[in-house]
């Protein structure tokens, strides 16, 4: 018999969740639901999942649940047919307990199925197992689904007085819950959650619901009563898009070109404090707009979860929106109240910038010896004294004598504002500030630029720094941080890295790369080591070693990320080039070569090569032509000749594709030598000389990447 199917709604009605959870939190709470539903026979694969999340409630829709799960034949494995059965063929003791067990006995016997299990005979029991029922089935998802919430903090809170239930004094949950709705169809489920028993009774806003509560007359009513009598729009993706659509319509109301500022967190955050959106547009005093807008944005955002309007220029406007919770008739008190509540903000923000340039940033830097850096590193005194002196090397390597002083004075400087009022005030305003404070005290663009771009790339994707002097002493300040963490073994692990010592890496990385720059790593960690000689218990070993396999590793990384083969990888990295900036161009050649019909067969070969040569520690490069004796070492001597040579100008030259497609050439000589000569020859010297002449292919071989890594 066919179970009726019926659309299924469960909802949870709680006090106000964390709003920078909410979209995890409904997404977690039905998906589990739908997956415990379908694993229990209880919904099809098919069934279409709505996930519901508002300020006040959880809650899902889910298509075709049944009834009751179809049963299930089920087959079980009892055990071998010697161990079951005696010699007369009569059950066992064994048997006819394990029977006993599934609830049968000895008439059971005559019924069990034979079966080969492995090399032995087995006997099996079959039987039906009844379909769970709806009832049943939702109580389990149910009690899965509260369980696994990604809840961020669990409180815990007594249940209302008069609870029926037996045993329930207090809970645990993210907020306290005060309605369970279940639904199948038009049908009440009788489940429980968290002290409570289902119904079909919610609510809907706080103040401006048409009927309280709202009575669900089914399933598939549920996301239109709740806005029609609920006012409440109950999908956070709807009520996302009505507050993006109502952001737009507002900026074109107040005229010109202006635009919302874009933050899909931002927006994130508002749809998950209102339930009923209402868009109103609200401005500020013109004056304010003296302040840099990095700091009237980041306030407004940040504090009041405004939205910021911004002109054709990007230039911050006077104008702001905000996203109401509700929608009166006469909206200018809520208008003017938010009005009143940002003024002081901006003052704030006014009084630092004002307050803050009274003083230069170079009068500022002896301040930088009094805030601890870290307890074994010392001051952002001592630091800012590393940086200067790393980036001084750095430019003495890249340019002229105006890089290297732009540098030094920029690294000298690039701390400096976080002893200002504002970045104590908004931290996340550091480099931002400074630049404002440069240009204010006179220094040149490209100075006040390296100061705000210093900490660039702060994120995957981040633009690098926009010049040499920027560059320069971002990457100074990145080696400092690298070098000294690891050189105090304070190094990141599995899911800790207070520092960010993996973005840093990639920083360091992304501005080699991406800029050509010509400097090795190896020499620019010493560089930066050298500057920690008077840190006790520093370890140059870590700091250099360790930490250029750790840079290393998160390039492998970056290059599988960007749909590099981990065998290419390997081949270009297994060398461990200095030059970051060459990678690019000797994953190309490896590529290159890949493609070439030679390449499987002088990958092998040069495998083979490497596995012999560890095992000859006693060889060298050196061949004689006079012990040369087989046709095949002849020849593939006299092909090295010919072809090594070009192949190294090429080389050289950093045409990396073409030396390698020059070495391909080599192929066939390469079988020959292996099909026609003996390379552990019993005299000495020819051996060794059959070894120098391996080793020497090998190097030749491997200057690009080590090719025994394309092999399969």
Known sequence: MTSV????????????????????????????????????????????????????????????????????????????????????????????????????????????????????????????????????????????????????????????????????SSVSFVRPAHGLVALHGDAVVPVEALGLKAGRETHGHRFEAAVDPVVLRDANSYALQMQDEGAVIASFEARRTEIARQLAAAAVRVGGAAVPIHDDALLDEVTALVERPNVLVCSFEREFLEVPQECLILTMKANQKYFPLLDASNRLTNKFLVVSNISPEDASAVVGGNERVVRPRLADAKFFFDQDR??????????????????????????????????????????????????????QLAKA???????????????????????????????ADAIEDHYKPRFAG?????????????????????????????????????????????????????????????????????????????????????LQDFILDRLAGSLREQGASAQEVDAVLAPRPQRLGEVPKLLAAVRAFAALPAAAALAAANKRIGNILKKAPEADAHVSELLLQEPAEKALHAAMAEVVPAANTQFDAGDYTASLQTLAALREPVDAFFDGVMVNAEQADLRLNRLGLLMSLHAAMNRVAQLERLAA
Not at 379 to 408: C, D, F, P, S
Not at 499 to 514: N, P, Q, Y
Request: glycine share 8%.
């Open 358 to 411: 009274k003083k230069s940033l170079a009068s500022r830097v002896e301040s930088l010896g009094k805030v601890v850096y870290h307890n074994k590193l010392g001051t952002q005194g001592e630091r800012v004294e590393r940086v200067m002196r790393i980036a001084r090397g750095i430019a003495e390597k890249l340019g002229a004598a105006a890089l290297i002083a732009h540098a030094v004075q920029a690294a």
């Open 5 to 168: 199917q019926k659309n299924l709604l469960v909802e949870l009605f709680v006090e106000e969740l964390p709003p920078k959870a909410l979209k995890k939190l409904g997404d977690a709470f039905a998906g589990v639901l739908r997956d415990q539903l379908v694993a229990q026979g209880l919904a099809e694969p098919a069934s279409v999942l709505t996930a519901y999340a508002s300020p006040r409630r959880l809650a899902a829709h889910l298509t075709h649940v049944a009834e009751r799960a179809v049963d299930k034949a089920v087959s079980q494995k009892l055990m071998p047919v010697a161990v079951g059965l005696d010699a007369s063929g009569q059950p066992t003791p064994a048997l006819l307990k394990r029977l006993a067990a599934l609830g049968a006995d000895a008439s059971a016997v005559p019924g069990l199925k034979r079966a080969m299990d492995g090399k032995a005979e087995a006997l099996f029991y079959e039987s039906t197992a009844k379909g769970a029922t709806l009832a049943e089935g939702l109580q389990k998802a149910l009690a899965e689904a509260i369980a696994k919430l990604p809840i961020p903090k669990v409180m815990s809170y007594q249940l209302e007085s008069g609870c029926e239930l037996p045993g329930w």
């Open 462 to 546: 981040d633009e690098l720094p926009r010049n040499s002097v920027g560059l320069v002493v971002a990457l100074a300040d990145k080696l400092e941080t690298l070098v000294g963490m690891f050189g105090i073994g304070n190094l990141p692990t599995g899911d800790r890295d207070p520092f960010a010592l993996r973005r840093h890496a990639l920083g360091v990385i992304r501005m080699l790369i991406e800029k050509d720059l010509p400097l090795k790593l190896d020499a620019l960690l010493q560089d930066a080591a050298a500057q920690f000689k008077d840190i006790g218990g520093f370890d140059t070993g870590k700091a250099t070693a360790e």
């Open 417 to 447: 504002d976080l002893v200002t009022d504002m970045v104590g005030e908004f931290p996340e305003l550091q480099g931002t500030m400074g630049r404002y404070y440069a240009l204010h005290d006179g220094l040149s663009a490209e100075v």
